[in-house]
């Protein structure tokens, strides 16, 4: 029996761990481990340990299927596709091109993305984007302001080389563990590690000075460190002369933030804040990692260029061991931003409401009539489907049933639609709304590139066909265009990335051809590149070179606990599932070791409501509330509620209040409040 190996990486965090698949008579038997991989070093989570098990799960979609009354019918491609074609075509044709709205996936490889933008604007719509919005759209917005440049500063093995490492916003050791390791590696060679979460995780164990702050805090400890900084001297005003804009007015804007007045605010001690300020200024070399703790808050973007005002006044970035590193959650959003699947920008970060980037991509794509942006965010789709604005939707890979905040509002805006198309692997929340669900397949069925949170691109090759009739979503992407009329004539992944390397300027020098196992990093703009690995070693690309610092007042969260709400609900990850949960929770492995959906509760606060560990409780918020057990712990502070958000329950709490610039919603600060069921 004939065993091949086939090199892929991982489907679950942005980390970009590769594995092997091993394949015998086209079925994927199991996994081999990938010693000389630059990040992972053959090490895998459990998620990735457990990857495989999706693959030939019994719920795997594997036709195409029309509803048919209460239920579904079974079609051939032929049918689907012309359904597909006329729900589309039917509402541009009644409403305009506006009236539809399409979701890029942050689980489909660049290619797809990059089609699926396309598709969206050679039909016309502006209403492009995936869920990104839903994690690191600050970042976004908030490094290409402050730096000029949308990912992290460093490649993941240089965190090894750093002095200080502050993880501010993140639960790596259980959402990254792989990332994990090489902090542990730095603090095994003396370095300094901070973690600053309002729950005490097992990122925080490995800390050397712990900064549990309330929920929606962070802009306000950030700017306490920044003041202390700027007090004490402890900044590099050379660094500061020759690369950077806007310090006076920084200064200006903390002078008063005190840290007592930060310690008044984020519950924590004023003497922990200077001890965390002098550590990363006085280090050597210091770098901040940051996830969704920082992002998923109505002030998301502020929380990001706070981080950026942090790292500038104290010179570290464009070195070694010093940067900023926003940890992506799935395996492709960098990559699906890079791809312009993001209502403000075409691909390459080209900014959507620009006459030249219409104008450039006209000339690319050979067509007129481009539209300008940016359109409809992922939220912003959704209300548009509940007002009517929007009348039909192409979602691919995506579940906005589970994954949106305030998910009753999102079926029922889906169910508002006069068609919904949605093409993913399982039947999710979201495709059980659908009109049509189009089959496609998973990663380890079909090939194409990958970016992850350090910009690495890796090419993941295909190990095994589809189940049944699926098809690559690749191939669903031009099947469904070319009924629409327009040339996709792209016979596989590689020569989507040709056109690729012409119109997205970071990827002009990565072919398919030197995407060997390691990948390339972007920026990489020739074929003799060698890639750039750390950003901003000579400058910005920003208005004369220079990084910008922008002054950020705290505000306080939309939401906060009251008489009737008392508990300040926090939600997140755990290391067992990943995101909405669509494959976790079908892997017999991972929802064996975490099956329901739990409730963090401080002891006190449970004796207090007469709750006992393992206890239904009903957990409510304005929008709607969901039953979880109580798992009684010390690890949040009284006040302060923690559910994970793998399970449907979660996201019906969830608050819709957005940031006002990036558009995430703020599903790190929700009033609830909790009782025992009887």
């Not at 960098?334 to 959507?352: H, K, V």
């Not at 794509?365 to 942006?373: I, K």
């Not at 690495?456 to 295909?462: E, G, L, M």
């Not at 398919?512 to 972007?522: D, F, P, Y």
């Amino acid at each position: 029996m004939t065993k091949v190996l086939v090199p892929t990486v991982c489907p679950y965090c942005g980390a970009g761990c590769g594995f092997f698949i091993s394949v015998e008579r086209e079925r994927a038997t199991g996994i081999e481990y990938m010693p000389d991989h630059p990040v992972s070093e053959g090490a895998l989570c459990s998620k990735g340990n457990a990857a495989l098990e999706i693959l030939h799960h019994q719920e795997r979609l594997t036709t195409p299927l029309k509803r048919k009354g209460e239920g579904w019918a079974e079609i051939s491609w032929e049918e689907a596709v012309d359904l597909a074609a006329k729900g589309l075509g039917d509402a541009i044709k009644k409403h305009g091109s506006e009236s539809i709205a399409l979701l890029a996936s942050s689980k489909c490889s660049n290619e797809e993305n990059y089609l699926i933008e396309k598709l969206a604007r050679l039909l016309g719509s502006p209403h492009v984007d995936n869920c990104a919005r839903l994690c690191h759209a600050p970042s976004v917005v908030g490094l290409n302001r402050t730096l000029g440049a949308a990912g992290m500063t460093n490649p993941i093995p240089d965190i090894e080389s750093s002095k200080c490492i502050f993880v501010i916003g993140s639960n790596l050791a259980e959402n990254h563990p792989v990332i994990s390791r090489w902090i542990h590696r730095a603090k095994d060679a003396g370095a300094v590690v901070m973690v600053a979460d309002p729950r005490e995780t097992h990122t925080s164990w490995m800390a050397d000075i712990f900064l549990q702050l309330a929920p929606g805090t962070d802009v306000a400890l950030l700017n306490g460190m920044a003041h202390v900084i700027i007090k004490e001297d402890l900044l590099d005003e050379d660094y500061i002369a020759a690369n950077t804009r806007g310090f006076e007015a920084l200064r200006e804007s903390v002078k008063d933030f005190t840290p007592e007045k930060a310690a008044e605010i984020t519950g924590v001690p004023a003497d922990d804040i200077v001890r965390a300020a002098r550590a990363y200024a006085i280090s050597p070399a210091s770098t901040i990692l940051y996830s969704m703790g920082i992002t998923q808050h109505s002030t998301g973007t502020d929380n990001v260029q706070a981080v950026s005002n942090l790292a500038l006044i104290s010179g570290h970035l464009g070195r070694p061991g010093a940067g900023v590193m926003p940890l992506r959650g799935q395996n492709n959003v960098q990559g699906a931003c890079d791809m312009g699947a993001l209502t403000e920008f075409y691909p390459g970060y080209r900014s959507a409401d620009d006459p030249e980037t219409i104008e450039l991509f006209s000339s690319a794509w050979g067509t007129e009539g481009l539209p300008m942006g940016p359109g409809l965010t992922a939220t912003e789709m959704i209300d548009a489907a509940a007002s009517g604005d929007i009348k039909a939707m192409y979602i691919v890979g995506e579940d906005p049933a589970n994954s949106d905040p305030c998910s009753r509002h999102v079926r029922e805006a889906l169910e508002n639609l006069d068609f919904l198309v949605v093409q993913d692997i399982f039947m999710t929340a979201t495709a059980q709304a659908a009109d049509l669900v189009l089959p496609g397949a998973a990663w380890a069925e079909e090939e194409g590139s990958y970016t992850n949170t350090e910009r690495r691109v890796q090419w993941s090759s295909k190990a095994i066909d589809p189940p049944g009739a699926a098809l690559s979503d690749l191939v669903i992407i031009c099947k469904v265009a070319r009924s629409l009329g327009l040339d996709f004539d792209y016979p596989d992944a590689a020569s989507v990335l040709v056109e690729i390397n012409r119109t997205v300027p970071q990827y002009g020098g990565i072919t398919r051809e030197r995407l060997g196992r390691a990948g390339l990093i972007w920026p990489c703009p020739t074929p003799d590149h060698p890639g750039t690995p750390i950003l901003h070693s000579s400058g910005f690309k920003l208005a004369g070179g220079r990084a910008s610092m922008v002054p950020v007042p705290y505000r306080p969260a939309a939401e906060d606990a009251s008489w009737v709400y008392p508990f300040v609900l926090t939600t997140g990850r755990i290391a067992i599932h990943h995101n909405a949960g669509s494959m976790t929770r079908r892997s017999p492995s991972l929802i064996g070791r975490e099956p329901d959906l739990y409730v963090e509760i401080n002891t006190a606060d449970a004796a207090r409501l007469k709750v006992a560990d393992g206890d239904e409780v009903l957990v409510a918020t304005p929008r709607g509330e969901t039953v979880a057990y109580a798992r009684l712990t010390d690890v949040v502070k009284r006040g302060v509620v923690f559910m994970p958000f793998h399970f449907p329950g979660t996201n019906v709490l969830t608050s819709e209040v957005t940031d006002p610039e990036a558009r995430i919603p703020e599903f790190k600060v929700s009033a609830c409040k909790i009782s025992r069921r009887d």
